[in-house]
């Protein structure tokens, strides 16, 4: 006993010791996490002092010196002497500060999640190989690599993360590689091109062919075309109707025989109507500069750290500002001297599926245009941490990729199976051009010569000069397709059913210095009826844009502060619509739901952060869509299927108060009125949020039951990211924040004939991926206000200004 006391001390201090010291699961080892040395207290940072302060860097690989001067936002402007040095230090400096947010974010990309936290990222790693994710990317990398200054552009950012990677230790490691207990790994141009490739799965794969081919099944196509009309009721497009065409079109293919009409016991989610952006321009003859000014606000995923990275990056040809996007070249988004440029997501269908009749169980062979083809099979090897590897098989037809055989259960999927997948996002493209082009354009001629280079994700690049112009071109690669190709899950053996090639790229949707004296674009239909290609049956709901035409058709002398104004607009065009039809059929109130009525009559339509009204409006489209759809079209789990849209809804009301849609087909012995829903969905609504947040009153309010929130990458992550953070706006309001969605970057840019353009801008976030830097969330309150920061462009590195913190030099 005498000798177990001796050593019982140090049989504890071995397990304490062996413990802290060993992964437990996913978890990393505490005594490495905790070390005073390396683990998380070395990540905080010292708030940055007043004074200036400079620093001498060397990085292999460069040619010249390069200056590097921060701004009070942690903003770098980058002073190179030539290309390779300026893309090296671009890939040197946005690792320094988003090393981790990079590499996680293509990890993610690839299907490579699972390397770092086990077999429960299996599911999710085999989905994104079995879409194309890495298939893609490695065709966009053949496309970028022909352009040679793309390619030296690319391969010296490359070099640059690589360069920021060597010089790390354990003591320096970013924080989430010491919570997850990993270190970075090389960097290649292929990450760059995966990082490039996830933006089409985050904005162009939403589909919904397979829940309409459900719903053609079950209600046949007059329903289908009927309650899911190829145009909405109310519309401002993005090309102003009349616009003249300025091509002669090509002859349309003939359609296919017909849709394949087969439904799927698989779920699949539909395209968030919530996520979109914003973008307009504004001609001299209305601002009272007499310059154009334009404006963007892309709407992605709330996220920290920031989706975005700001720089200014100034080498001989030239000196570009605005956000670019952690793990590629150039800037995406912003402005130089002689224009400016903004993004939206175009939303067109560039997606279809393919039915695929396989000859026999080996799928070596499928039929096609009478014959059997033969298949091509794609080996992804996945990497398990604390398993064994894993090998997966994907089938390849010449449509592309069969995602998920016929027996098999998708995750989390927008996919019907047994289908093959025919996609933009899967074929060669060159994005990297089309920034480098652009960052460098002087004129509209330039920016239309640049854009040529992007593929996808399709998007609305809006355009203003200091020459006086304005334009927006509805920028993508199109397929050439019949009318309504795609709206409904396709049969892979009919050949007539395959694409037929490309709309030609001057006829994409596009329009320039119009009469009404501004271009806009908020996600909704690019065109009127009659443009005269098929670009898709669906996109995003109406409300934004013909909020933000008819405020800027009534603008003049507009300002700076006009636009940010715009941005941050919150009235809700949609209850201005829908209240005066709804409330006169909300009869025989109690006195809770007279109560909510009464805040409803009063309001003032703005969806404010503080406002009652907003929050019982929104709830109640919410519930009035479930009462009227739901027991027709979500009530069969094995077959799901959209429910119309809002805008068919008031449709519906306004035309067809006896529509066979308003009884609910779960009462048998009633038959509903469209009163009776209405009412119905009203006290439900009121019940709903007396249930969430109690009595009508101060909890109520709409940034309280709305709760945005900026969430670190890692879910749940909740002492990472900022949460409930009091804001107004919604996802069809101009100012497009829901609870995890939002405007990612606000800019407003005037230009001016002096080549110092006014410009303003801010993200919610900051410059540190560090949560342990002051500038990891710095501007979050000043996002959620509406204001704008002022943005630094300078000429020249000496330039005089008061707003240089930092100054750093970066030698060889």
Do not use: C
């Amino acid at each position: 006993m005498r000798q177990f006391k001796s050593f019982f001390p140090l049989i504890v201090t071995l397990i304490w010791t062996y413990a802290l010291h060993t992964n437990w699961g996913t978890l990393p080892p505490m005594g490495k996490l905790l070390s005073p040395f390396h683990g998380f207290w070395v990540n905080a940072e010292k708030a940055d002092a007043s004074e200036q302060t400079e620093e001498n860097l060397q990085i292999p690989g460069l040619l010249e010196p390069v200056q590097v001067l921060y701004d009070e936002m942690a903003i770098p402007h980058v002073f190179a002497k030539n290309d390779h040095d300026l893309y090296l230090a671009q890939g040197y400096l946005t690792a320094k500060d988003r090393l981790w947010q990079m590499e996680f974010q293509t990890h993610f990309a690839g299907g490579r999640i699972s390397e770092i936290v086990g077999s429960k990222g299996m599911a999710s790693d085999q989905f994104q190989r079995r879409m194309g994710a890495v298939y893609g990317a490695e065709q966009s990398l053949k496309g970028m690599v022909e352009d040679p200054l793309a390619k030296a552009s690319l391969e010296a950012y490359t070099d640059g993360v690589n360069a920021y990677i060597e010089s790390l230790n354990d003591r320096t490691l970013p924080l989430e590689y010491k919570l997850l207990n990993y270190r970075p790994e090389k960097w290649e141009p292929l990450k760059s091109a995966l990082f490039l490739k996830n933006m089409s799965f985050v904005l162009a794969s939403g589909t919904d062919d397979l829940k309409m081919t459900n719903i053609l099944r079950k209600y046949g196509r007059e329903v289908a075309e009927h309650l899911f009309p190829n145009y909405p009721f109310e519309e401002s497009p993005i090309i102003p109707e009349g616009t003249p065409l300025d091509f002669k079109p090509l002859p349309i293919p003939a359609a296919p025989a017909d849709f394949i009409g087969l439904g799927s016991t698989m779920r699949t989610p539909e395209k968030d109507p919530n996520t979109g952006s914003n973008n307009w321009a504004v001609a001299g003859n209305k601002t009272i500069s007499g310059m154009p000014i334009l404006a963007n606000d892309p709407h992605l995923t709330l996220s920290l750290p920031s989706i975005w990275y700001q720089m200014q990056l100034v080498a001989p040809g030239i000196n570009v500002y605005g956000s670019t996007m952690p793990g590629s070249p150039n800037v995406i988004a912003g402005f130089n001297k002689n224009i400016a440029w903004g993004v939206t997501n175009v939303g067109s269908d560039v997606m279809d599926w393919y039915q695929i009749k396989f000859k026999d169980a080996s799928k070596r062979e499928y039929w096609h245009d009478g014959k059997w083809k033969k298949t091509t099979m794609r080996i992804e090897r996945f990497k398990v941490r604390g398993e064994d590897d894993f090998v997966d098989t994907v089938f390849f037809t010449h449509h592309g990729p069969v995602v998920y055989l016929s027996h098999e259960k998708p995750f989390r999927s927008n996919i019907p199976v047994g289908h093959a997948l025919k996609w933009i996002a899967l074929e060669k493209s060159s994005e990297v051009s089309a920034f480098y082009q652009l960052n460098r354009a002087a004129n509209y001629e330039e920016y239309k010569a640049a854009i040529t280079h992007f593929s996808a994700p399709a998007q609305n690049f809006v355009f203003a000069s200091n020459q006086g112009d304005i334009a927006l071109w509805v920028n993508g690669k199109f397929p050439l397709k019949s009318n309504l190709q795609g709206k409904y899950l396709l049969d892979g053996t009919d050949p007539a059913a395959d694409w037929k090639g490309y709309i030609p790229h001057d006829h994409d949707p596009h329009v320039k210095n119009p009469p009404r004296g501004f271009v806009s674009s908020a996600n909704q239909f690019s065109v009127d009826k009659s443009y005269p290609y098929y670009l898709g049956w669906q996109f995003a709901p109406s409300e934004r844009g013909r909020r933000i035409n008819e405020r800027l058709t009534a603008m003049s002398k507009a300002t700076v502060d006009s636009l940010r104004g715009l941005q941050n607009d919150n009235f809700n065009i949609r209850a201005r619509r829908l209240l005066p039809l709804l409330l006169p059929l909300v009869s025989n109130p109690n006195p809770q739901m007279a109560a909510a009525l009464d805040v409803l009559k009063k309001w003032d339509l703005q969806n404010s952060k503080e406002s009652i009204g907003a929050t019982i409006f929104e709830n109640w489209v919410i519930l009035l869509q479930s009462s009227l759809w739901d027991d027709e079209f979500n009530a069969d789990e094995k077959a799901p299927m959209n429910i119309p849209t809002v805008d068919r809804t008031l449709k519906l009301i306004i035309e067809e108060p006896t529509a066979i849609w308003w009884d609910n087909v779960k009462t048998k012995n009633k038959k509903e009125s469209m009163a009776d829903i209405i009412r119905t969905s009203f006290q439900a609504n009121i019940d709903s949020l007396t249930k969430l947040h109690g009595p009508l009153g101060a909890d109520w309010v709409w940034y309280k039951h709305k709760q945005t929130g900026v969430r670190h990458l890692i879910p749940g992550m909740d002492a990472l990211s900022r949460l409930n953070i009091p804001i107004g706006g919604g996802g069809s309001i101009v100012n497009a924040s829901t609870t995890k969605t939002g405007p990612s970057w606000r800019l407003v840019v005037e230009l001016s004939k002096s080549g110092n353009p006014n410009a303003y801008g801010v993200y919610p976030g900051g410059q540190s991926g560090n949560p342990g830097s002051s500038h990891y969330d710095d501007l979050i309150d000043t996002w959620a206000k509406g204001e704008l920061r002022p943005l630094l462009f300078l000429n020249q590195p000496d330039q005089k200004t008061n707003r240089i913190r930092k100054k750093m030099i970066l030698t060889k």
